[in-house]
């Protein structure tokens, strides 16, 4: 059973008029908003990562369209024949995208992966860098020239500074303390003891998702800020990637920095001088792009 609560922003909201709906889907949460009658109504459920679990995230979409509608008293045949844009983690291609339109009854419906959304949220119609690290993690870049990711192909191959990253990252070094080859430290003691030793470390780790080795990543963090020696290595590193990927994509020095996500503005401290002197907040947060995008495609803005 999954569950919907109410979502509430912190960053400011960007104005979109006109009946539209949005999803933000991570691997971690996914957030939903729809725009009706003149209101926003907005819900916050479980991940949603389409090449982790397809038939899982179907269903953590439908049931959040079910709550949406719900919400806004109105019918789920009614709700599906808004204009709709999905930003789902997990779309990889367009075979992928196809495939969850071709499961939805939308009308009118775009679905992409979820870097577009992010990058529209940050920096709305402006040019700038984002580094959006949550479960996963990726960079893009805005300017005159167009725009530009790098990241995002997920666990195995990448996401580095993710927070599914860090918690895989924590575990192997827990590990190599046990073999003599790595220091140890308190936060890799402490997690070893609950998760049962080096057996339970790879017990763990055999069918662990994302979202599940994301769960370390605030202990890691906070550990950090508490001086221990492993986790500060671990966000250097991460800290470093990011810094190198800015500069892969052309950022400049007193260019905007916006850094989103759960874990991004927990990097701060780990980016160049100049690139912390760059920070400033996004303009609104994914789902924010989420929406203007979708507004766009009630426009016939984009197809």
């Known amino acids: 059973m999954f569950s919907y609560a109410p979502l509430l922003l912190n960053q400011r909201r960007m104005t979109v008029s006109g009946a539209c709906l949005a999803v933000d889907g991570g691997g971690t949460r996914c957030r939903f908003a729809l725009m009706w009658d003149g209101h926003r109504h907005e819900l916050l459920g479980p991940g949603a990562n389409v090449s982790t679990d397809f038939t899982q995230s179907l269903e953590v979409l439908r049931n959040g369209f079910a709550s949406l509608a719900a919400d806004a008293g109105m019918t789920c045949d009614a709700l599906y024949s808004v204009p709709t844009y999905l930003g789902l983690a997990g ?142 290595e671990l966000m250097a590193e991460g800290g470093g990637y990011l810094a190198r990927c800015l500069c892969a994509l052309g950022w400049q020095e007193g260019e905007r920095l916006c850094l989103m996500g759960g874990l991004g503005p927990s990097y701060a401290r780990w980016l160049t001088p100049g690139m912390q002197a760059a920070l400033m907040p996004p303009v609104g947060s994914a789902l924010d792009g989420a929406l203007t995008l979708a507004a766009r495609l009630a426009r016939g803005e984009v197809q």
Do not use: K, Y
């Open 91 to 232: 779309v990889i291609d367009a075979a992928t995208a196809a495939r969850v339109a071709a499961a939805l009854p939308f009308a009118t419906l775009r679905v992409e992966e979820d870097r577009p959304a992010a990058l529209t949220g940050a920096l709305e119609a402006g040019f700038g860098c984002v580094a959006a690290v949550g479960t996963g993690s990726f960079l893009g870049r805005a300017d005159a020239g167009g725009v530009r990711f790098i990241g995002g192909h997920g666990m195995v191959l990448g996401d580095e500074a993710s927070g599914a990253w860090l918690g895989r990252s924590v575990l192997i070094r827990s590990l190599h303390a046990i073999d003599g080859i790595a220091p140890d430290s308190e936060l890799c003691a402490g997690l070893r003891e609950r998760l049962g030793g080096a057996v339970g470390l790879i017990n763990f780790a055999r069918s662990a998702t994302p979202g599940q080795f994301a769960a370390f990543a605030p202990e890691v963090v906070a550990a950090a800020d508490s001086g221990d020696a492993v986790a500060r």
